[in-house]
C-alpha cells in the first residue's frame, strides 16, 4: 500500500465528510447535489477512460470502481461545489454562473494536473512530457470548462425548478447524465477543429485559449457589472463557504509542496511560478466573497430594521 495514495484518499474522504454532513444540515436538495456531483465525477473518469482511452490511472489507488479511483470523483464533488458555493457567495446571477463556475474550478486544475502526471497519479497516452502543456493534452483543459458548465447548468435551472415542488429534488441524481450530453457536446468544435490547426499530440492550446478567453470575459462581466443580485447562497449552499475556499488552498498548497519536492523550483520553474500565481489568487478571491458577503448581511440586517422582516425579502 503506497503512503501516498492512502493519505490522498483518506484527506479527501474527510473533506468529502464533511461537506456531506453540512449539506445535509441545509437539507435534502445540497445534499443530493453534492452527492450527484460525486457521481459524476465517477461517471466522467470511467468513461473517459473505457471511450477515448486518453489517459489511465495508477494501479496504487486503494478504492477504485472498475477504472474510476472513488477519490477522483469526491475531489471533484468537492471542486465542483466549491465553485458553485463562491459564485453564488459573489452574487453572479444564474445565466452568467456557470461560466464563473467552470473558471473557478480550471484554476486549480492549471494549477496542479502536469504536477500529477509527474508524481505518476494518472498518465496521458500518446504525449509526452513536452508536448501540450508541459505532458497535458490542451484538450483537458479545454473539457474541464464544460465538466463544470455542464453540471452547473443543470444542477442550477433544477434549483430553480424544483422550487415548490419537492419531489423533484430527486432528480438531481439524474443530473450526471445530462451534464455529460452537454459535455460531449461542447467537445465537439475542439475536435473538429483541433486536428486542422495543430495535429501535434496534446495540441490545440490556442482553441483552449480562445475559449478561455471567451468564459473569462463572461464571467468578469457576471463578477463585477452591474448585472447582480444580492450575494448569499447560504439557504441552497452545497458546502460551507470557508470549506468552498479551504479545500482549493489545501489542493493548490498540496500539489505545490510536492513539486517543490520532486525538485521543480529548478527543473520546472514555469510550472512553479504558474503554481504560486494561482495559489497567490486564491487571497484576493477569499477578500472579494468576505467582503461581499458581510456587505449583503448588513444590507439584510438594515433592511429588517427599517422595513420588517416581512419587508426585507430573500435572496440566494
Known amino acids: 500500500m503506497n503512503p501516498l495514495y492512502l493519505l490522498l484518499e483518506v484527506s479527501a474522504a474527510l473533506f468529502f465528510a464533511g461537506a456531506a454532513l453540512a449539506a445535509l444540515r441545509r437539507g435534502r436538495l445540497p445534499f443530493l447535489e453534492l452527492i450527484s456531483a460525486a457521481a459524476f465525477g465517477i461517471l466522467l473518469e470511467e468513461g473517459d477512460q473505457l471511450v477515448f482511452e486518453t489517459y489511465h490511472y495508477s494501479a496504487d489507488w486503494i478504492l477504485t470502481i472498475d477504472r474510476a479511483p472513488v477519490v477522483i470523483g469526491l475531489t471533484w464533488a468537492l471542486i465542483i461545489a466549491g465553485a458553485m458555493r463562491l459564485t453564488d457567495a459573489l452574487g453572479v446571477r444564474r445565466r452568467y454562473a456557470p461560466f464563473v463556475d467552470a473558471v473557478l474550478a480550471i484554476s486549480l486544475d492549471l494549477a496542479f494536473d502536469a504536477i500529477a502526471i509527474r508524481m505518476g497519479l494518472w498518465t496521458w497516452r500518446g504525449i509526452g512530457p513536452t508536448e501540450g502543456w508541459f505532458g497535458v493534452p490542451a484538450g483537458n483543459y479545454y473539457a474541464w470548462l464544460f465538466v463544470t458548465l455542464g453540471f452547473s447548468v443543470m444542477t442550477r435551472w433544477l434549483r430553480d425548478a424544483a422550487r415548490g415542488r419537492r419531489a423533484w429534488e430527486w432528480l438531481q441524481l439524474a443530473v450526471p447524465f445530462p451534464a455529460w450530453i452537454l459535455l460531449l457536446a461542447g467537445l465537439v468544435p475542439f475536435s473538429i477543429l483541433r486536428p486542422m490547426v495543430d495535429s501535434h499530440p496534446g495540441g490545440g492550446l490556442w482553441l483552449f485559449g480562445v475559449a478561455m478567453a471567451a468564459f473569462l470575459a463572461i464571467s468578469a462581466w457576471g463578477v ?17 463557504l470557508g470549506l468552498a475556499l479551504g479545500t482549493r488552498v489545501a489542493i493548490e498548497g498540496f500539489f505545490l509542496v510536492a513539486l517543490v519536492l520532486m525538485g521543480g523550483v529548478t527543473q520546472l520553474p514555469v510550472l512553479l511560478a504558474v503554481a504560486l500565481a494561482l495559489l497567490a489568487v486564491e487571497w484576493p478571491l477569499g477578500r472579494l466573497v468576505h467582503a461581499r458577503h458581510t456587505r449583503a448581511h448588513a444590507e439584510a440586517r438594515r433592511a429588517i430594521g427599517e422595513s420588517g422582516p416581512a419587508q426585507a425579502g430573500t435572496y440566494r
Do not use: T
Not at 224 to 240: H, M, Y
Open 224 to 240: 463585477w457589472g452591474p448585472d447582480r443580485v444580492r450575494p448569499d447562497g447560504e439557504a441552497l449552499a452545497i458546502i460551507d
